[in-house]
C-alpha cells in the first residue's frame, strides 16, 4: 500500500499528537453548548475535569463570554422563565436552582425578581386546579394538605400556598381549612 503525503498545512493536528489545551477546552464548551445553554460555572467544572488547566480554561471562558456563547445573565433570565411555566416552580424555588448551576446571586437575582407576586400567585392557582383532577377520591382534608406540600415543594411560600388552596376548593365548593 503506498503511503500518502502527510498535509503540510492541515489545521488538525495528526493522529496520535495531542492537541493543544486551547483547543481541548474550546472543542469541549462546543460540544456542551450544542446540546443547550450552559452557565460558566458549569462549562468551568467540565473542562477542570477534562484537565483542562486553569488559566486556559479562563481565557477560553472569556472569550465565550465576549461573543456571546456563554451568558450567564440571559442563562437566568431563560432558565426562570422555562422552569415558571413548564415546571410551576415559584422564586424561591429558581433561585435556588441558579444558585447550584453557579449563576451569581447578582445575577439570579433581576431574572427571579421578573417574576412577580402575581404570576406567582396566577402559576400556583393552574398547578393546584390540575392536581385537583387527580385528588377527586381524596378525602377533602387530605387533599387540601397535598396541594399545600406540592406548592411548598415548588418553592412557593406557606402563606400563598394556604390562600390559593383555600380559594380554589372554595370555587368547587369545598370548605377546608388545608393546614389542618
Known amino acids: 500500500m503506498p503511503e500518502e503525503p502527510a498535509a503540510e498545512h492541515s489545521d488538525v493536528p495528526a493522529v496520535g499528537l495531542p492537541a493543544d489545551p486551547e483547543s481541548v477546552a474550546r472543542a469541549i464548551c462546543l460540544r456542551l453548548l450544542t446540546g443547550r445553554p450552559r452557565t460558566r460555572a458549569e462549562l468551568a467544572g467540565e473542562l477542570r475535569r477534562q484537565g483542562v488547566p486553569d488559566d486556559t ?4 471562558l472569556d472569550r465565550f463570554g465576549e461573543v456571546g456563547l456563554v451568558d450567564d445573565a440571559a442563562f437566568a433570565q431563560q432558565w426562570v422563565h422555562s422552569r415558571h411555566v413548564s415546571r410551576g416552580l415559584a ?3 429558581l433561585a435556588a ?3 447550584r448551576r453557579g449563576v451569581d446571586d447578582a445575577l439570579a437575582g433581576p431574572a427571579v425578581a421578573a417574576l412577580d407576586d402575581d404570576d406567582e400567585e396566577r402559576r400556583a392557582r393552574q398547578l393546584v386546579r390540575r392536581r385537583m383532577l387527580e385528588l377527586g377520591s ?3 382534608v387530605t387533599a387540601a394538605r397535598r396541594l399545600v406540600a406540592m406548592l411548598g415543594r415548588k418553592g412557593y411560600p406557606k402563606e400563598l400556598a394556604d390562600g390559593v388552596v383555600r380559594a380554589v376548593l372554595a370555587e368547587h365548593g369545598v370548605f377546608v381549612e388545608p393546614d389542618g
Open 138 to 140: 381524596v378525602e377533602q
Open 57 to 60: 480554561a479562563t481565557a477560553v
Open 91 to 93: 422564586r424561591k424555588a
Open 97 to 99: 436552582e441558579l444558585r
